[in-house]
């Protein structure tokens, strides 16, 4: 009987050492604001009047577009510059894949009012605010010519779709849009991640599941 327990717990062990850090289900947003992830912050271009920064994430707020995000329109915007939002889950998650989807106005090639020219994706496991340091990207578009989301060639939207090839554990969020256009804002239809919440490490269930066997084992022995 020692002996047989002996080798379940070895076995135990074993299986937890090479048990997968974590498993990608892409079955629902896990950025949306119905799962509990909540928008922290964002820059001082904010958003156009009427619109909500919280549409992005599956919101319908706002009087404008309800269900998309508009960011700032000014006299003083350029192409290359950046709006910007920060978010957390409720807990650390394991980000496979996000996808942005954008849409732009205008009658190609002469508006490219509301497209973007650029999307920086950042991930922390700190509560760091907007303007901190949150070191390189996870994911950079580049430059975008033309900008992305104009209508080409009967296509209204466009979107960008990427998948991790290693998930990224994190909690904390933060995304830069960069303008695409003078004088108008982008248009954010939605902003989805993908993955699953971090689970608790192999190692720590499996073993646990072992210890129990072998301390009711030693229960009944004694019985």
């Known amino acids: 009987m020692k ?37 922290t ?19 319908e707020f706002g009087t404008i577009e309800i269900g998309n995000t508009i960011f700032w329109d000014s006299a003083t915007i350029y192409p290359g510059y950046l709006a910007g939002v920060s978010w957390k889950t409720p807990t650390a998650i394991d980000l496979g894949r996000f996808i942005l989807s954008v849409a732009a106005d205008g009658n190609y ?4 009012n509301r497209a973007i020219q650029g999307f920086n994706l950042y991930a922390s496991n700190t509560d760091l605010t907007f303007y901190s340091d949150w070191g390189a990207p996870i994911y950079s578009s580049g430059y975008l ?8 060639n009967g296509i209204y939207y466009y979107k960008i779709d ?9 909690q904390y969020f933060k995304a830069d849009i960069v ?15 993908y993955g699953s919440p ?4 192999g190692a720590v269930w499996l073993l646990g599941s072992g210890l129990a066997g072998l301390i009711a084992a030693r229960r009944k022995k004694k019985a």
């Open 3 to 39: 002996r047989f327990l002996t080798m379940f717990l070895a076995v135990t062990v074993l299986l937890a050492l090479s048990a997968p850090a974590w498993a990608f289900t892409d079955t629902s947003d896990l950025w949306d604001i119905k799962q509990g992830n909540v928008v």
């Open 41 to 59: 912050d964002w820059n001082t271009a904010g958003v156009y009047y009427g619109s909500d920064i919280r549409n992005m994430f599956g919101g």
């Open 109 to 112: 090639p002469t508006s490219y």
């Open 145 to 152: 010519a033309p900008p992305l989301g104009h209508y080409i």
């Open 162 to 170: 990427h998948t991790f090839t290693d998930s990224i554990s994190a």
């Open 179 to 193: 303008y695409g256009s003078n004088t108008t804002g982008p248009r954010i239809i939605e902003l989805d991640g």
């Open 198 to 201: 971090v689970p608790l490490p």
